[in-house]
């Protein structure tokens, strides 16, 4: 299984940034997928998540700034996210998850990828 995320960077106040990340080695379309991040010294937060119908949750902190969508032909999720402050500087991670019938939870990550948002 990998994910890969794509898309970080460096990018001023105020501004955009569309996160990729693409995944193989799973039935994409059963998963449930999800951006987290980290920033430093702070523990992992949920961003936002896609279930496999298509409902999304967004953390209160980006709300109306960012937009998590899939695309199950491509076996991508995206998060565009818009209006960036310091504070959504973190290091992004792309999770996917489900739960099997035996209810076994299948849950992967990706590697990360650098969101930079300097004052």
């Known amino acids: 299984v990998q994910l890969v995320e794509s898309g970080g960077g460096l990018v001023q106040p105020g501004g955009s940034l569309r996160l990729s990340c693409a995944a193989s080695g799973i039935i994409f379309s059963i998963y449930a997928m999800g951006w987290y991040r980290q920033a430093p010294g702070k523990q992992r937060e949920l961003v936002a998540i896609?279930?496999?119908?298509?409902?999304?949750n967004y953390a209160d902190s980006v709300k109306g700034r960012f937009t998590i969508s899939r695309d199950n032909d491509k076996k991508t999720v995206y998060l565009q996210m818009n209006i960036l402050n310091v504070e959504d500087t973190a290091v992004y991670y792309c999770?996917?998850?489900?739960?099997?019938?035996?209810?076994?939870?299948?849950?992967?990550w990706g590697q990360g990828t650098q969101v930079t948002v300097p004052s």
């Open positions: 999770n996917a998850r489900w739960r099997s019938p035996w209810n076994k939870v299948y849950d992967y």
């Open positions: 896609i279930t496999n119908g298509g409902s999304t």
